[in-house]
């Protein structure tokens, strides 16, 4: 199968608003690069040979936004209002250039590169892997996850990821039942399970989330009984919190960003039992005091806020009310 790959040039202060853009089109496998540095100017300096080339100073004041579509995808309705929202931005704020440049690549082009730099890991008592490896003997855990990431993001490497991850083991009890929205490849679904969690369900916008989360279900060897997956936006779809639930979840997982967070702090809320725990990540610090005030304002006490790199986890409570 072949993609496009669809790279939008702008600055780390709009990424964040660039990626609420994608989302509110259904796009929500995204990838984010800071600190560009400039390739073609690298290549430039050292010709052909590699020992040549200078190390060059990443521009702190570039970022990239990535995304992907499926080439036979005709429905170019979503590009188009991209382009609109994005002219609209730039009189918001400094979107940088937002030009969008597009390369095609191939569903195996995309798994080797996963190759390049997907390898086990782990994280507390958890061992994430994935398919293609084997679990190295000096790294033991009590628990072995395995990853195919495919088409979805989500190996657990990346610093929201695991921020989530770390928090679930800090708070899951035995047959909790959980949560999980944008669960994109099931990481965090499956890393749940993996800790005792008796059911989870899971939201997401992007369609190919399904198959990612059923593959990789079946890779764990956990029954698909285990788990229901919905795609659809919480935010504003009744019929989907109605599917979804209110009142029943111990844990609510959400590695997503700061304004979707915000937006839908009140059917988290309603989800979760009295008492239930929210984990949150996917939040750029800049953003950390407008969630925290956000999820206090709805009846949450903050327990817990981490960071790692330029990201921020918080762990809050529904009171009981």
Known sequence: ????????????????????????????????????????????AGGDYDELRPDMPSDESAARVIFYLEEADENNLRLD???????????????????????????????????????PFSIGDL?????WEDAPEAL???????????LSFGTGHHETTRMCIEEL?????????????GFGSGILSIAALKLGAGF?????????????????????????ALGKFYIGDLTDDDALAASVGEGVYDIVTANILADIIIAMRGRIFAALRPGGILITSGIIDRRENDVLSALTACGFTIIDTNHLGEWSSITAKRDFV
């Open 1 to 44: 199968m072949k993609w496009k790959k669809y790279s939008i040039e702008t600055t780390p202060a709009a990424e964040e608003a660039i990626c609420g853009l994608l989302y509110s089109l259904g796009i929500s496998s995204l990838e984010i690069e800071d600190n560009i540095i400039d390739q073609e100017a690298l290549e430039k």
């Open 169 to 181: 083991q800090q708070h899951i009890e035995p047959q909790d039942k959980i949560l999980d929205i």
């Open 127 to 131: 061992l994430i892997k994935p398919s």
């Open 200 to 224: 989870v369900c899971g939201t997401d916008i992007d369609s190919e989330c399904l198959s990612s989360v059923k593959a990789n279900f079946k890779l764990n060897d956990l029954d698909e």
């Open 81 to 119: 209002k991209l382009h609109h929202a994005l002219e609209d931005l730039s009189n918001e704020m400094d979107i940088g250039a937002a030009t969008i440049s597009v390369s095609i690549s191939d569903e195996n082009d995309w798994r080797d590169n996963w190759k390049e730099f997907f390898h």
């Open 140 to 150: 033991e855990a009590s628990s072995v996850i395995e990853i195919d990431p495919g």
